[in-house]
């Protein structure tokens, strides 16, 4: 069973760099799939943040695009993501994800979830 | 950028009712399209994949239809545990957005 788990602090304070990391187990990033974050503000909906490949081939929202950094560890089995200039916009709770993206398929979904990490923006 | 607009925002319906959920993209996407139910607190957890195709495991009260810009999500007989939030999301050009959001209340 693929498990994902977010880690890391709960209170970043304003204009500093938000950085989480996801630790998958049950499957081998290197074997394949994208690798995403999605974000989902208190009380709102959920906004993607970014992807990236087992290769390390990234792609971004665009309108995060500019302070969005996503990296994959494969010998740890784990990716990050790093959110700079952050603001009281940025408060969220921030869940890791599999990306089915797939051409050949025509697969676009996120299938498995990590349960989410509350991430506050606050000096 | 491709906007998604869900409707209903809310809808009350009770046990054993038939609820149909649209989803409607601004331009053509396909069958690019994923639905997924959230309750609170938890992480949201994928029904429908490629617009129609029932994620294993999903019960098969759910279905998903549509393709281009017109979607929806069907639940044929409301269950108790189907109370919650409910999500498309659409691909396009490595650039995925959600609609806002369909809240299934007990009426």
């Known amino acids: 069973q693929v498990q994902l788990q977010e880690s890391g602090p709960g209170l970043v304070k304003p204009s500093e760099t938000l950085s989480l990391t996801c630790a998958v187990s049950?499957?081998?990033?290197?074997?394949?799939?994208?690798w995403g974050w999605i974000r989902q503000p208190p009380g709102k909906g959920l906004e993607w943040i970014g992807s990236?490949?087992?290769?390390?081939?990234?792609y971004y929202n665009p309108s995060l695009k500019s302070r969005v950094t996503i990296s994959v560890d494969t010998s740890k089995n784990q990716f990050s993501l790093k959110l700079s200039s952050v603001t009281a916009a940025d408060t969220a709770v921030y869940y890791c994800?599999?990306?089915?993206?797939?051409?050949?398929?025509?697969?676009?979904?996120?299938?498995?979830w990590g349960q989410g990490t509350l991430v506050t923006v606050s000096s | 950028d491709i906007q998604m607009t869900q409707s209903p925002s809310t809808l009350s319906a009770s046990v054993g009712d038939r609820v149909t959920i649209t989803c409607r993209a601004s331009?053509?996407?396909?069958?690019?399209l994923a639905w997924y139910q959230q309750k609170p607190g938890k992480a949201p957890k994928l029904l429908i994949y490629?617009?129609?195709s029932l994620e294993s495991g999903v019960p098969s009260r759910f279905s998903g239809s549509g393709s281009g810009t017109e979607f929806t999500l069907t639940i044929s007989s409301l269950q108790p545990d189907d109370f919650a939030t409910y999500y498309c999301?659409?691909?396009?050009?490595?650039?995925?957005?959600f609609g806002q959001g369909t809240k299934v209340e007990i009426k």
């Open positions: 994800a599999r990306d089915t993206l797939d051409y050949g398929s025509g697969s676009c979904s996120f299938d498995y």
């Open positions: 049950g499957y081998s990033i290197s074997s394949g799939y994208y």
């Open positions: 990236i490949y087992h290769s390390g081939s990234t």
């Open positions: 331009q053509s996407i396909s069958s690019w």
């Open positions: 490629k617009a129609s």
């Open positions: 999301q659409q691909y396009n050009s490595y650039w995925r957005t």
